[in-house]
């Protein structure tokens, strides 16, 4: 880590950090003297006795990144002291690709000696982890930033202080610029480059891997029509494409592929760069079987890249709506090397009607439907996110009305764009 940590300090006071703290992110940065300046809002919400930690995962190895990350939000509510709050938090250089570092932000409430420093002094020395310590000035209002290094089994700080100080909400959300085949694959090679690094540590990934089409065949066109149906749980997608596949005497594919089955639990419980490169790589599984199915018969789908990129997009923006990536945004581009659908119907539906269908419904939720009913925002961030996607971009239809009235309504579509 060590390394890693000094590549980083040249440029540190250009750094902004941000803490998440109830699903809004608070900017500071740090510079070398001080000017007088106020403590940035985060440090407001402390008390006196209040001590404040950042631990930053520094490795140059994306996967181990990856991993660690999620490792270490469990090890820190397993071990440190009930007293102490923990909250998601970044560093990166303002309008820099690639240059997020993610981590978690600390404070300890707890009185006397506290085990924490102990525990931070220990992943300093273990694991690829840059911790900071923030001090309160004699005036009760300055902070000051201390990064942490070690020397042999002794923990010390680096001599040189920051002063910590507010900073301007960056002109764009932080995620924004480390989304590309980070949080959204748009290559097949991208997405499988991630499963293949991780076949030493996850054996079901040379699994995965030995299903992946060719890229050319995730891009053969069909000589039929595919037509894919996006919206969120319990808009009418199942019924509807049932409907269209006996209308239209067409196949019905749905996306992540059948065959990708026995190992979706166990990804799931991998960190989103791992999670998403197998369902980005699910999506070319799907378009492979769009391809030969498409020879013969029309195609309908039940969720294709759409929901992949918008779900991720919306889990990896935090906030408000206008955090997501602006509207043009390369974000939203369809990958090259996928086959793209001759139609992609967005089905709509009021918030309330949607949880009393889920009611009705009785299953079980996934963890980003969970977030849905409860967090307002993550469901606006996914609705704009689907209608921002071009290439092709989605038609939005009202799932409100009756199933027969909804039907009738994609086939006039149907027959207007794919002339069936």
């Known amino acids: 880590m060590a390394g890693r940590m000094m590549a980083l300090l040249p440029r540190w006071s250009s750094r902004v950090f941000a803490v998440e703290l109830d699903g809004a992110p608070f900017y500071f940065a740090v510079q070398e003297s001080h000017l007088g300046e ?9 008390q006196p006795r209040d001590r404040c930690y950042s631990l930053l995962v520094c490795s ?25 709050d923990l909250s998601p938090m970044s560093s990166f250089l303002p309008n820099v690709r690639d ?10 409430s707890s009185e006397g000696s506290s085990p924490v420093e102990r525990l931070l002094g220990d992943l300093t020395q273990r694991e690829p982890v840059m911790v900071c310590s923030y001090c309160k000035g004699e005036d009760g209002q300055q902070w000051t930033q201390h990064v942490w ?10 001599a040189k202080k920051y002063y910590v100080v507010p900073s301007e909400a960056p002109e764009y959300h932080p995620s924004a610029l480390n989304m590309i085949n980070s949080d959204v694959f748009y290559s097949l090679e991208e997405a499988r ?24 065949e995730a891009r053969n066109k069909p000589d039929f029509p595919v037509i894919v149906i996006e919206g969120l749980d319990a808009t009418g997608k199942t019924t509807l494409t049932e409907s269209l596949r006996e209308t239209l005497g067409a196949t019905l594919l749905r996306s992540p592929p059948q065959c990708l089955s026995p190992w979706r639990d166990r990804f799931d419980q991998e960190p989103p760069l791992i999670r998403r490169a197998f369902y980005a790589l699910g999506n070319y599984i799907t378009a492979e079987q769009m391809g030969q199915e498409g020879k013969k018969t029309p195609v309908i789908v039940d969720r294709f890249w759409h929901s992949t990129a918008a779900y991720a997009i919306a889990t ?27 139609l992609v119907v967005l089905l ?17 939720k996934t963890n980003e439907e969970q977030e849905l009913d409860h967090n307002q925002l993550f469901r606006l961030r996914v609705e704009e996110a689907y209608r921002r996607i071009s290439g092709p971009a989605c038609v939005s239809v009202d799932a409100s009305p009756s199933a027969d009235q909804v039907l009738q309504q994609v086939l006039l579509l149907i027959r207007g764009k794919c002339h069936l």
Not at 38 to 46: H, L, N, S
Not at 149 to 158: A, I, L
Not at 331 to 339: G, H, I, K, T
Not at 348 to 364: A, M, S, V
Request: charged residues 30%; neutral net charge; hydrophobic residues 30%.
């Open 38 to 46: 106020e403590a940035p809002r985060v440090f407001r919400k402390t």
């Open 60 to 84: 140059k190895d994306r996967i181990k990144t990856a991993r660690f990350y999620g490792e270490l939000e469990h090890k820190l509510l397993r071990e440190l002291p009930p007293e102490c």
């Open 99 to 108: 240059s997020l570092i993610k981590g978690y932000f600390l404070k300890d």
């Open 149 to 158: 290094s070690h020397g042999g089994s002794k923990v010390m700080e680096v």
């Open 193 to 216: 480059d991630v499963l293949q690094k991780c076949g030493d540590i996850i054996p079901e990934a040379m699994s995965v891997l030995e299903l992946l089409p060719s890229r050319a």
């Open 316 to 342: 990896a923006a935090s906030g408000p709506v206008c955090n997501l990536p602006e509207e043009g945004s390369e974000v939203y581009c369809w990958p090259s090397d996928l086959l793209q659908p001759s």
């Open 348 to 364: 709509t539906l009021d918030p309330e009607e949607r949880k009393r269908r889920l009611r009705n419904r009785g299953q079980g």
